[in-house]
């Protein structure tokens, strides 16, 4: 059975930087693609980067730039490195991920097969 599992998450002032992580298990081969999201209260989950099996990356315009997505398929772990921090970037950030031989990077929901329960990220003013 396929597990994402989320962990980085906190409190950051505005202006500082955090990387979260996630780590996969019961996935087989290295065909999946790996995405995150995140959800600020009281607005609809959004799509943030998405990462291949072959590091290919997608990242939406208005974070690319600030935030990077890197993986480890040795530690089947994916990161998430996030700059330049503000408010807005405050909510619960999950992992996502779907096999695709096809090396894709999808930026919606309905493509992703396997969620993690997230991790919250709080930043301060």
């Known amino acids: 059975q396929v597990q994402l599992v989320e962990s980085g998450g906190g409190l950051v002032q505005a202006g500082g930087s955090l990387r979260i992580s996630c780590v996969a298990s019961?996935?087989?081969?290295?065909?999946?693609?790996m995405a995150w999201f995140r959800q600020a209260p009281g607005k609809e989950r959004e799509f943030v980067a998405a990462?291949?099996?072959?590091?290919?990356?997608y990242f939406t315009d208005s974070l690319k730039g600030r935030f990077t997505i890197s993986r480890d398929n040795a530690k089947a772990t994916v990161f998430l490195h996030m700059n330049s921090l503000g408010p807005e970037d405050t909510g619960v950030y999950f992992c996502?991920?779907?096999?695709?031989?096809?090396?894709?990077?999808?930026?919606?929901?309905?493509?992703?097969?396997?969620w993690g329960q997230g991790t919250q990220v709080t930043v301060s003013s």
């Open positions: 996502a991920s779907y096999h695709d031989p096809g090396d894709s990077c999808m930026p919606f929901e309905q493509w992703y097969d396997f």
């Open positions: 990462i291949s099996g072959t590091a290919r990356i």
């Open positions: 019961g996935h087989t081969g290295d065909i999946y693609t």
